[in-house]
């Protein structure tokens, strides 16, 4: 039958080693590293970067504006780019009119099914070029939470890694300081001479 006694490297033991008493306070402070740092770190990185991602999110709410455009080219009858959202979506050339009443036309993504003809909303930037909607909400959101779990899960096996790393020193030191009270305790035992 075998027994365990909970913090015997803690405790004062002829058999405890300085390498037991390292081991010991290292696998603590992982456990603490692990429970309470690395989720506080990975809470404090969403946070900057979701105050990161509303700031880029508003000043592309502020530099872009959306017009209702005309299609006047032709829809390519090649394969369809994927756009985010799972939708289709083909370039073409679009034609819209400036507040001042002049033409303006750019190539544009436009929905499949658009026809020549068909009205679409374009993003347009300060300078008029066709650009991609600002970002909304949910990627904003979605952001936060890819970083903030990546940062947790980079930040826990950090941890990980260098307890990997303390006890692979831990145990080499270990087994050198049984080697040298071996060599002292071993010719008591087999009265074999050093």
Known sequence: MRTR??????RRNPLRRRSDVVEAWTALVVAVLLIVGAPLLGSATAWWAHGQAQSVAAEQRAERHRVSAEVVGRTPDTLPSVQAGGQHSYRA?????TPDGAERSTTTRVPTGTRHGDAVDVWLDSRGRSVPPPTDGSAVWQHTVTIGVCTT???ALTVLLAHCVVRRVALRRRLAEWERDWALTEP???HRRA
């Open 5 to 10: 006694v909970r913090g015997w490297r803690l």
């Open 188 to 190: 008591q035992w087999t």
């Open 153 to 155: 899960a980079g930040a």
């Open 93 to 97: 050339t679009v034609r819209w009119s």
